[in-house]
């Protein structure tokens, strides 16, 4: 059973940045994509970003130019660097393992971090 374990989230005044990190359990981390989520007040969780196993990233259009996407294989952590943040960010932010176009694969998720963007 694969654990998750995020980190980093806080509160940030609108055009700051936050780096957030999740580390997975696990000896076979790099074989997989994996996947940042979030989870806004209300709203169901969606996909953020994706890292492929070949490093290859995609994101979602309201986050393209800000968030960065990258992993430490050698960590099993993947790690999520957040530019210009907007309230339009503020989520409780998840990770896990997905396939290549982002889907989770695991029904066990980590507490997630809470992102909370405001002036």
């Known amino acids: 059973q694969v654990q998750f374990v995020e980190s980093g989230g806080g509160l940030v005044q609108p055009g700051g940045s936050l780096r957030l990190a999740c580390a997975a359990s696990g000896s076979i981390f790099n074989i997989y994509a994996m996947g940042w989520y979030r989870q806004a007040p209300g709203k169901q969780r969606e996909l953020v970003a994706v890292?492929?196993?070949?490093?290859?990233?995609s994101y979602i259009d309201s986050v393209k130019g800000r968030f960065t996407i990258s992993r430490d294989n050698g960590k099993n952590t993947v790690y999520l660097q957040m530019n210009s943040l907007e309230p339009e960010d503020t989520a409780i932010y998840y990770c896990?393992?997905?396939?290549?176009?982002?889907?989770?694969?695991?029904?066990?998720w980590g507490q997630g971090t809470h992102v909370t963007v405001s002036s």
């Open positions: 896990n393992i997905c396939n290549i176009m982002g889907l989770p694969t695991r029904d066990s």
């Open positions: 890292i492929r196993a070949s490093g290859s990233t």
